[in-house]
T-cell receptor, first 112, second 115 residues
């Protein structure tokens, strides 16, 4: 059974710092890996999607990498801002492409 | 354009009652997913619909849970004889094709509280 783990569970940084969120998964047979952001009381917003054949994706200040063979992904956030404060969720898509399996998230707090 | 919408936003019910939760996907999206998010469990997949294909029900936790999707659009998740452990936020998502290559777009969720 696929399991997704995110470390750390919570992170507090001052504004301007670069930071890395970690995600690991137990079964490398995935269709893709996605990073989402969740703000309190709201739904999920997709940040980046990395297909299983890809190594990384970039969007603005965000860069996500994928090492499928070792079951790891990282989300790099450059020059963090208070508006980046949220819970970040990593999810892997099963090989059938029908379901996302989520980690429990990393709650990020960026102070000004 | 309009995103995924869900109703109601909040639902409080008594143990043993049935509830229906509604999801309106993004227009033109053929794939629809239900998840639930509860404290301590994180986000769990429940069910997946893709066009006219048989749904993937592998995530439904018990036979008290069922879902249907009418006309390839709106979906209803039904929970019969609700239990306190059913309390959670139920999230719906849709994607263009559901082949695994598409981004899933999530609705705001329905918060279900079973007293």
């Amino acid at each position: 059974k696929q399991e997704v783990t995110q470390i750390p569970a919570a992170l507090s940084v001052p504004e301007g710092e670069n930071l890395v969120l970690n995600c690991s998964f137990t079964d490398s047979a995935i269709y893709n890996l996605q990073w989402f952001r969740q703000d309190p009381g709201k739904g999920l917003t997709s940040l980046l999607l990395i297909q299983s054949s890809q190594r990384e994706q970039t969007s603005g200040r965000l860069n996500a990498s994928l090492d499928k063979s070792s079951g790891r992904s990282t989300l790099y956030i450059a020059a963090s801002q208070p508006g980046d404060s949220a819970t970040y969720l990593c999810a892997v898509c099963n090989q059938a492409g029908t379901a996302l399996i989520f980690g429990k998230g990393t709650t990020l707090s960026v102070s000004s | 354009g309009a995103g995924v919408s869900q109703s109601p936003s909040n639902k409080v019910t008594e143990k043993g009652k049935d509830v229906e939760l509604r999801c309106d996907p993004i227009s033109g999206h053929t794939a629809l997913y239900w998840y639930r998010q509860s404290l301590g469990q994180g986000l769990e997949f429940l069910i997946y619909f893709q066009g006219n294909s048989a749904p993937d029900k592998s995530g439904l936790p018990s036979d008290r849970f069922s879902a249907e999707r009418t006309g390839g659009s709106v979906s209803t998740l039904t929970i019969q004889r609700t239990q306190q452990e059913d309390s959670a936020v139920y999230l719906c998502a849709s994607s263009r094709q559901g082949t695994g290559t598409d981004t899933q777009y999530f609705g705001p969720g329905t918060r279900l509280t079973v007293l």
